[in-house]
């Protein structure tokens, strides 16, 4: 299964759908299109999702950074999107993706990685690659 890239004018509808907040931003899931495991959550502006759309690379945008963020730029783990929905409010999308390497800069798997029990929160994902490896930190 592969991402079809719309058309400049069809991406313009789609991005019409799009209801960004008063910061101009999205919420985006980005999930897993195999498993259905949710990797992580990031937020889009027009820019970022048009891009998304347009190339088939994940591009979110940074809000400590005020700027573009092209998943992979600096730890090579990229997502592929495979597929983007958007839902019935207009202010949230589902990213469908493939995932090279690990999607959480923790070096896990997923970002969702702390699970809130009686008992606290318990780690339930050790990482599988150190961020100094995916960051030369």
Request: negative net charge; contains cysteine.
């Amino acid at each position: 299964m592969s991402t079809q890239i719309p058309d400049p004018a069809m991406r313009a509808t789609l991005l019409e759908r799009a209801r960004f907040n008063a910061d101009g931003l999205i919420t985006a899931v980005a999930q897993d299109h195999q498993t259905g495991e949710v990797l992580m959550l990031a937020w889009m502006n027009r820019e970022a999702l048009d891009e998304t759309l347009a190339t088939g690379r994940m591009c979110y945008f940074s809000r400590s950074r005020q700027k573009l963020w092209r998943k992979g730029e600096t730890s090579g783990q990229v997502q592929t999107l495979i597929d983007a929905r958007i839902d019935c409010d207009g202010d949230a999308v589902l990213l469908l993706v493939t995932q090279d390497g690990v999607a959480c800069h923790t070096g896990r798997r997923s970002c969702f990685y702390t699970a809130l029990r009686p008992e606290g929160a318990v780690i339930i994902a050790e990482p599988l690659v150190s961020p100094e490896t995916l960051y030369g930190a």
